[in-house]
């Protein structure tokens, strides 16, 4: 019979989430034991945050050449995307045998394979044994399965970072993070690009006003939008696809079409029953205050894979710092979802922090509005931004800053500004006395607070 190895934690998935646990734990001394069926460092740096960014910068530059040919910048400035596509791929390939490197370094053991629960004490991968003191997953989120037919044309956000060759016709299915993202990429790029939403809301975790504002920032680069689609079929027709959507059936042909519907949690393949893993109402591992399984204490879990709030890379990392801790320590560490700043990184960003305003209406929050165009202001005239704008929400409590939205460049870092003011309970009053480097975005704070 083959030996049951028993390391003190064991880890399934090697992304920010179960990264963070693996270093955490190591560094204490415990014998932990990482596994992945995909090149190790997960979904951010290989098929995600990084591929993504990467092609962000790139065709922002495109973007913003265009803006200043009227300022006196001339010539031609076209995206060849096979070469951005290589130059992108050179930097993240090397990534999963630094992160192995790393582990190997560290005296982190790395497995090649699908981990999966054989008992609520055992983990099986390829045909091995574990049974560790402590289990944590860490598996994260994989595309929504969708039920129309001729879904398996479909083309998922791994395979559009695999493209060499741009097409010339793409859809997007879905009004989220990623069809935002990726359509912009594409279209900077040249491609004819549609977005197709079943409902008649886009980008539910954004201010409505701001998203009106990044649509109109979308149309003027060439995104088409449909909403009220449902997709109901997807067939091949010779070199092209044919996805048929919404109550008429309107035809829509491309070269590809592509899943931008959401993630969910990436339980399936675990075999959850067999761990007496509980799943909350998204379908993530239930887990308690202290990232603890609801019905098996042996096991912890982090990252996309519980869905708590929002499936982003800080996140993750947060989540796999407390259940380190937890596990080294005992249960103390809680998760603190209280400021999460995020980005939707397109041309310009749309970024946000805290409440919305549909939220502090909902929760009847007294709060007062400072909001706008910023279009006017010098920062966005000099570079021919078009949209940028504003919304703050501030308390009329004491005054402190309930929550910011805005949509222009760089608003990825004044947002996190605001989150630093929220952080530290800051007033709109003292924010208002410090200074600012001039002429720059962040002292555009100024002009939002007035
Ligand atoms: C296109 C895209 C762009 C994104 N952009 C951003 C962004 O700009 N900013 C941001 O904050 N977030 C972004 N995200 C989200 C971010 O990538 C995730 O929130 C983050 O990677 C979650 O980390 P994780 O460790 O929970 O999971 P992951 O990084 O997904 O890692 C999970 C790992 O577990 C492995 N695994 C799964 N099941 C098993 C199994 N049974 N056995 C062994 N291994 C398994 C997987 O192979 C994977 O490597 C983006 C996501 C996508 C898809
Ligand atoms: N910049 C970032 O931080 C960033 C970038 C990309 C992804 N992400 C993370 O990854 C997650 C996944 O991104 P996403 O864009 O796939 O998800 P999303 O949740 O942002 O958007 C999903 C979209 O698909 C639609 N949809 C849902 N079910 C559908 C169905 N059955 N048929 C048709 N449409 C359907 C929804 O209405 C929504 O418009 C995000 O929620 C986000 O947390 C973050």
Redesign the pocket.
């Known amino acids: 019979m083959t030996k049951v190895e028993k390391p003190d934690v064991f880890i399934?998935?090697?992304?920010?989430?179960?990264?963070a646990v693996a270093r955490t734990c190591v560094a204490e001394g415990k014998k932990v034991v990482v596994?992945?069926?995909?090149?190790?460092?997960?979904?951010?740096p290989?098929?995600?945050?990084e591929?993504?960014?990467f092609l962000f910068d790139v065709t922002n530059v495109a973007l913003r050449r265009k803006h200043m040919t009227e300022r006196g910048l001339r010539g031609c400035l076209a995206i060849n995307w096979k070469m951005m596509m290589t130059a992108m791929a050179e930097m993240r390939d090397p990534i999963p045998s630094l992160v192995e490197n790393f582990y190997e370094k560290h005296g982190i053991i790395a497995v090649h394979?699908?981990?999966?629960f054989a008992s609520p004490d055992t983990i099986l991968?390829n045909k091995k044994k574990y049974q560790p003191d402590r289990i944590v997953i860490?598996?994260?989120?994989?595309p929504r399965p969708l039920d129309f037919s001729g879904n398996e044309l479909l083309m998922n956000?791994d395979q559009?970072?695999e493209i060499r060759e741009l097409p010339s016709r793409i859809v997007f299915i879905g009004g989220g993070?990623?069809a935002f993202?990726?359509s912009h990429i594409a279209a900077i790029a040249g491609a004819q690009v549609d977005v197709i939403l079943r409902s008649e809301r886009f980008l539910r975790r954004f201010d409505p006003s701001l998203v009106e504002c990044m649509i109109e920032a979308s149309r003027d680069m060439g995104v088409r939008f449909h909403t009220m689609m449902p997709p109901s079929s997807l067939k091949k027709d010779r070199d092209e696809l044919v996805l048929c959507a919404g109550e008429d059936n309107i035809e829509f042909r491309a070269d590809c079409i592509v899943h931008a519907a959401g993630?969910i949690a990436?339980v399936a393949?675990?075999n959850p029953q067999k761990g007496q893993l509980e799943l909350n109402q998204k379908g993530g591992i239930n887990v308690n205050e202290f990232m603890q399984s609801t019905s098996n204490p042996r096991v912890y879990a982090?990252?996309?894979?519980v869905g708590n709030t929002?499936?982003?890379?800080?996140?993750?990392?947060m989540e796999?710092m407390v259940v380190s801790h937890n596990i080294l320590h005992g249960n103390g560490e809680r998760p603190d979802y209280s400021v999460v700043p995020?980005?939707l990184?397109t041309h310009p960003p749309l970024s946000t922090v805290g409440l919305q305003e549909e939220e502090a209406q909902a929760q009847k929050i007294p709060y007062k509005v400072y909001e706008g165009s910023a279009a006017g202001w010098s920062e966005y005239r000099r570079i021919g931004e078009r949209y940028p704008s504003y919304k703050v929400l501030v308390s009329k409590k004491d005054d402190t800053i309930l929550g910011a939205t805005m949509n222009g460049h760089n608003s990825e870092e004044i947002i996190n500004i605001f989150a630093f003011a929220m952080r530290t309970k800051t007033t709109v009053a003292e924010l208002n006395k410090w200074l600012w480097a001039y002429p720059s975005f962040g002292y555009t704070i100024r002009y939002m607070l007035k």
Do not use: N, W
């Open positions: 399934i998935g090697s992304g920010p989430a179960g990264g596994a992945d069926y995909q090149p190790f460092g997960g979904t951010c290989l098929r995600g945050c591929p993504k960014k394979g699908k981990a999966q991968v860490a598996a994260g989120a994989t956000t559009f970072f993070f990623i993202e990726l993630r990436h393949a675990l982090a990252g996309d894979v929002m499936e982003l890379t800080p996140v993750a990392s796999g995020y980005t990184f």
